[in-house]
């Protein structure tokens, strides 16, 4: 089970982007993430219009390293780190280090 999944709302903790938050749009890899409007860059399209894409400067989302976001509790407003709970029916949930919340509830 991952502590951060696709969805999820972080806050990045480090880097040129640090203090911004997004949610997860996809896992690249075990250790990266993309994160809707962090780690933004531009890229060189070239057009192609077998594919309808027209070329010019694009920004893109770049993949982010799972050390550099912590996920965002709303609780508390600030980022938080996350731990596993077993529940009493068996099941495997993620819960907020700080106050022992749901992740998600």
């Not at 999820?8 to 690249?28: A, F, H, M, P, W």
């Not at 893109?60 to 390293?65: N, R, V």
């Not at 050390?67 to 780190?81: P, Q």
Request: net charge positive.
């Amino acid at each position: 089970m991952d502590k951060i999944k696709k969805g999820d709302e972080v806050v990045v903790i480090t880097g040129k982007d640090k203090g911004k938050r997004g949610s997860v749009l996809r896992r690249v890899g075990d250790e990266h993430v993309i994160v809707e409007g962090v780690n933004r860059a531009k890229k060189h399209v070239k057009p192609n219009p077998v594919k309808g894409v027209a070329g010019g400067i694009v920004d893109k989302d770049m993949p982010i390293h799972l050390s550099n976001i912590a996920l965002f509790n709303a609780a508390t407003k600030k980022a938080d780190r996350v731990s596993f709970k077993q529940l009493d029916d068996g099941r495997k949930v993620r819960v907020f280090k700080s106050n022992g919340e749901l992740v998600g509830a």
